[in-house]
């Protein structure tokens, strides 16, 4: 195994995740520059009705150039300063992940549904999900938030670092990138579905991995913080299917059968994963569960990444 090509993965890995807990997502120029927030401008300012030709052709207009760009920066930046390249290369990484985003959220939340503040946590909630939460009664508000927590883990944090051990930062842009272009336009109906069908394709192809190896990073978290972790693994498997997506269903039954509760999205579906109340309690052992799933992902990403650098000891 080549160590030095280990230790900049682990490094730059470390560094992006004390970045993301402390700094935090970016605001004014540095969102701007953002690749989300770029590939998000391109892909709104071109998209129009259209085939699943014009699908394919806006999904690589709307990537390829913005990945290439953000990975041949800190390349060229190593060629001329090793730790300013190094630093870059961190930063870059960290902008493909999050974390401390969706924490923060679940905490605000909390906080305003201890206080008694409903009108306060439905604000909150409804930034980070689609339905309509002055609608939603404290239990299904509560169950909006341990789904988007449960989404976001694998979505947000899980399969991005799993590229990255994979492909390395070509690996993470890709994902993070697919995974915007699905939430730009991979919708159902028109005028969205044709040309969606490619992003919401390559999104589904890039966390189908990641969203069945979330069952076993949870069912370790549970197993750590005292949770049902049988439960989890056992609901996981039953109960996947109840969510229309092929991977989403995944760490949402496997976060539903550690708490021992049942989420519903009211007419979409429900996912029974035990009787226990959908309160400020069962919301506080989600968000030690995210933390510890957290945790167990950045370990077992490590592994990946050791056994890969093994295999093949390329830097990307």
Same mark, same amino acid.
């Given at each position: ?6 230790? =900049? ?31 998000? %401008? ?28 953000? =990975? ?14 190094? &630093?870059?290369?961190?930063? &870059? ?6 974390? %401390?985003?969706?924490?923060? !959220? ?5 906080? %305003? ?23 939603? +009664? ?64 390559? +999104? ?15 069912? &370790? ?47 979409? !579906? ?17 968000? %030690?569960?995210? +933390? ?7 370990? &077992? ?14 830097? !990307?």
């Amino acid at each position: 195994m080549d160590a030095s090509t280990l230790e =900049y993965y682990l490094a730059a890995m470390v560094i992006a995740f004390l970045m993301d807990i402390t700094l935090g997502e970016p605001r004014g120029p540095l969102l701007i520059i953002h690749p989300v927030v770029l590939c998000g %401008k391109v892909s709104s300012r071109l998209f129009r009705p259209g085939g699943k030709g014009f699908g394919a052709l806006l999904w690589f207009v709307s990537v390829i150039p913005i990945l290439a760009t953000y =990975y041949l920066i800190p390349r060229l930046l190593l060629m001329i300063n090793i730790i300013a390249g190094f &630093i870059i290369y961190a930063y &870059i990484l960290k902008l493909t992940f999050s974390y %401390k985003l969706m924490r923060d !959220y679940a905490v605000r939340i909390l906080r %305003k549904i201890e206080l008694g503040d409903l009108d306060g946590a439905r604000s909150l909630t409804q930034e980070i999900v689609r339905r309509n939460v002055w609608e939603l +009664d404290p239990e299904h508000l509560v169950s909006a938030v341990i789904e988007s927590m449960s989404e976001s883990f694998v979505d947000g944090f899980l399969s991005p670092l799993f590229y990255y051990a994979i492909l390395g930062l070509p690996g993470a842009l890709l994902q993070r990138l697919s995974n915007t272009m699905d939430s730009m336009v991979g919708y159902r109906g028109w005028p969205y579905e044709d040309v969606g069908w490619f992003s919401a394709m390559i +999104d589904t192809a890039l966390n189908y991995i990641p969203a069945r190896l979330s069952v076993v990073v949870i069912a &370790i978290a549970s197993f750590l913080t005292g949770l049902d972790w049988r439960g989890s693994v056992r609901v996981a498997l039953r109960e996947h299917g109840k969510v229309q997506s092929l991977n989403s269903g995944w760490p949402m039954a496997a976060f539903a059968g550690a708490l021992g509760v049942t989420l519903e999205k009211v007419g979409r !579906y429900r996912i029974i994963g035990g009787g226990r109340g959908l309160d400020s309690t069962a919301l506080r052992l989600s968000i %030690k569960l995210f +933390d510890v799933s957290t945790a167990i992902a950045l370990i &077992i990403v490590s592994a990946l990444l050791a056994m890969r650098i093994a295999v093949l000891p390329l830097m !990307y």
